[in-house]
């Protein structure tokens, strides 16, 4: 299992999301990086007491004097760690999640579901009721070769399913404590996607516990709106996803060759062009490649330009590929032949808490030597002002199966996005607000700058990234329209809202 980076937390830093709350009555309103009082908790008087009477066992209720509730909630991001919930539900069942639904709303709550915690923008804090589903966690191998996936698992949860016993696998993400929840309503993108499709291409069903409480199963025939819209319309729009049917591969016969390089800077434009060539030729979508583009934040000779992936074959025809590559002689060179699982394992991460703010781009085109240029003096220029934080520009390769769909197939609209781009910032305790604001600003410059160059503003709905004035364009694309009118159906009154959250249409746009 690789590290993501350090593990990073901070403490000084709180942002203005309460403040921002209480004048738009939106309590997960857009994070902020000026420091401010912590967020305000809405002005209710709940009857707990009545929830708590209401859960089924395996449910549990956990308030602010609960020993465990501090680590409930706590969000990954700790940059929103400030909004702080006035309760927290872990729910076992979908019945008890209909229960605190209705509570909530019953008594002026504001509330937001969450499975694995991991949103970039803290979109599931709130100041109100967080209903967790984290304890619906099964994953179930039925009799045609589906799996069966709670509401509330992981990454972690199906791989240990899998590797376990089924294997059976849906294309996933790379980091364990990811919530299958959040990573197929955004969309979903991992080192398997260009080979068998994104997380959402192989949902088949979802059952969903809708704003007015009713119980609901979408799929092709069934609610197929709601369907569409939970294929790459983001987590917390439409309901609380109970459970996920999907396709799933058998991977019994699969081999996958693992391999990670690490070059200098120098080398960086040579290296994409190699990458990007590769990538083009890959007629039969068995390479995945990931490329990171990183100062640790200790001084110019650590940047390092790192080259990580999966080719399903064999070492001997991954190296043959790859020569271009190798011939550039990597600092660093590993390069195994292992079974299926075993190379998602090494291919997966645990990532701990961490601070950071993050920008995406998802081009259309390859990215030309001048743009490559551009990502490498960035890096190389790039300033940490405190020991311990980091900047980086990684580009996860799409295409392949991931690209098959038509951009209106399902509501995951960059469906010719070459890679999706993640420019972010991570910083530890103790870095000040002007600190802060200097490290995005320089994450704001490179954003700019790709934006550019590129001729895009798209951007991955779950790479969410709060400073994005026009995210409804730049996340779906053609398919906003659509995804209003699904909210306008689904969740008229907006019981699930945040900053960033599907509209619905105003009276005005609906008649028309
Ligand atoms: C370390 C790290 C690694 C990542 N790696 C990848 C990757 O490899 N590929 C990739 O595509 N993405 C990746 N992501 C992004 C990830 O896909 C998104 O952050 C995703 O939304 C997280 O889902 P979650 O369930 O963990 O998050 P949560 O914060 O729990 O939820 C995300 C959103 O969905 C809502 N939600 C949660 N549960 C439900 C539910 N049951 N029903 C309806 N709405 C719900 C929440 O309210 C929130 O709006 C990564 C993120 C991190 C932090």
């Known amino acids: 299992m690789l590290d993501r980076r350090g593990v990073l937390r901070a403490g000084a830093y709180a942002s203005t999301a309460g403040l921002v709350a209480a004048l738009t009555g939106n309590d997960n309103a857009g994070a902020s990086h000026i420091p401010s009082a912590p967020a305000p908790q809405p002005a209710v008087n709940p009857n707990w007491q009545q929830l708590e009477n209401a859960l089924g066992s395996g449910s549990k209720l956990h308030l602010p004097k609960s020993r465990d509730f501090p680590a409930l909630a706590r969000p990954w991001n700790l940059r929103y760690e400030d909004r702080k919930p006035m309760g927290i539900v872990s729910c076992a069942s979908t019945k008890d999640v209909r229960t605190a639904l209705l509570w909530a709303k019953e008594n002026g709550m504001p509330l937001a579901p969450r499975a694995g915690g991991h949103n970039y923008a803290g979109y599931s804090t709130t100041t109100g009721l967080i209903i967790n589903v984290r304890p619906m966690n099964q994953v179930t191998a039925l009799p045609d070769g589906r799996l069966r996936i709670a509401g509330g698992a992981t990454n972690g949860d199906v791989a240990k399913a899998g590797a376990g016993k089924t294997n059976l696998y849906v294309p996933g993400g790379r980091c364990v404590g990811v919530g299958i929840a959040g990573l197929t309503l955004g969309g979903g993108l991992g080192f398997n996607d260009r080979k068998w499709g994104l997380t959402c291409d192989n949902l088949v069903e979802t059952e969903v516990v809708l704003a007015n409480g009713k119980i609901v199963r979408a799929n092709r025939e069934e609610e197929p709106e709601l369907f569409w819209a939970c294929r790459g319309g983001a987590g917390g729009n439409f309901g609380i996803n109970t459970s996920f049917l999907f396709d799933a591969v058998d991977v019994s016969r699969t081999t996958a060759t693992f391999f990670r390089f690490t070059f200098g800077p120098g080398s960086g434009e040579e290296v994409m062009k190699i990458v990007q060539e590769t990538l083009a030729d890959d007629r039969e979508n068995d390479l995945d490649i990931r490329i990171e583009f990183e100062n640790p934040g200790t001084g110019p000779h650590d940047v390092n330009v790192a080259v990580l992936g999966q080719y399903l074959g064999d070492e001997s025809a991954l190296r043959t590929r790859l020569g271009s590559l190798l011939r550039l002689n990597p600092a660093e060179q590993s390069i195994e032949r292992l079974g299926f699982w075993a190379a998602q394992e090494k291919l997966s991460m645990v990532s701990e808490h961490e601070t950071v703010a993050s920008r995406s781009l998802v081009p259309h ?135 960033q959250g599907i509209e619905p249409l105003r009276h005005s746009e609906a008649g028309s």
């Open 365 to 499: 085109s390859w990215l030309p030597p001048t743009t490559v240029k551009e990502i490498v003096d960035w890096t190389l220029k790039w300033k940490p002002y405190r020991k311990g934080n980091s900047g980086y520009v990684t580009l996860f390769a799409m295409g392949g199966k991931a690209g098959a769909p038509s951009a209106d197939a399902t509501a995951f609209p960059h469906r010719n996005g070459k890679f999706v781009i993640d420019v972010g910032t991570a910083w530890t305790e103790g870095t000040t607000p002007d600190e802060v604001h200097r490290l995005l600003a320089q994450t704001g410059d490179i954003h700019g700058g790709l934006s550019k160059a590129l001729k895009t503003n798209a951007a991955y709905v779950n790479f969410p990234d709060p400073d994005l004035t026009d995210w409804q364009t730049a996340y779906y694309g053609s398919n906003y329209d659509r995804l209003r009118k699904a909210k306008t159906h689904y969740d008229p009154h907006q019981v699930f809202r945040y900053a």
